[in-house]
């Protein structure tokens, strides 16, 4: 499986940003995708997941200003960012959880909200 993101930049506070997961591969494994990201000096933490069934998860910081939703036909991920705050700021990681064939990461994309 492999991930790729886009969408990720420079935006003031209060913005929107819309970040975009390609995935491909085997993706008929996958489980759960979703996104985590990590400020610096921070450990990475779990943002916004969503299962094959459409099940989502949201970390309480980002609940009712981010949105996760997929695209099957285009086999893709999206994370609707809105009313972005300084504390946003982080590398924002894809991540697929796959049925026997554990975790995959995208590369990372740069998030910046300045105050």
């Known amino acids: 499986v492999e991930l790729v993101e886009s969408g990720g930049g420079l935006v003031q506070a209060g913005g929107s940003l819309r970040l975009s997961c390609v995935a491909s591969?085997?993706?008929?494994?996958?489980?759960?995708i979703g996104w985590y990201r990590q400020a610096p000096g921070k450990q990475r933490e779990l943002v916004a997941t969503i299962t094959s069934g459409d099940d989502t998860n949201y970390a309480g910081s980002v609940k009712c200003r981010f949105t996760i939703s997929r695209d099957n036909a285009k086999d893709t991920v999206y994370l609707q960012m809105n009313s972005l705050k300084p504390e946003d700021t982080a590398v924002y990681y894809c991540t697929a959880d796959t049925s026997g064939r554990g975790r995959y990461w995208g590369q990372g994309t740069q998030v910046t909200v300045s105050s």
């Open positions: 591969g085997r993706i008929f494994r996958i489980t759960t």
